[in-house]
């Protein structure tokens, strides 16, 4: 990583695509 805010940028992106995959996760135990 070049600087604090590209560091930043990559782990919200992370952050979002974990949270994200958990909800998806959720909802299709949900649906089973």
Not at 1 to 27: A, P, T
């Amino acid at each position: 990583m070049q600087n604090k805010h590209e560091c930043r940028l990559f782990l919200s992106v992370q952050f979002f695509f974990q949270f994200f995959l958990k909800e998806d996760i959720g909802y299709a135990e949900n649906q089973t």
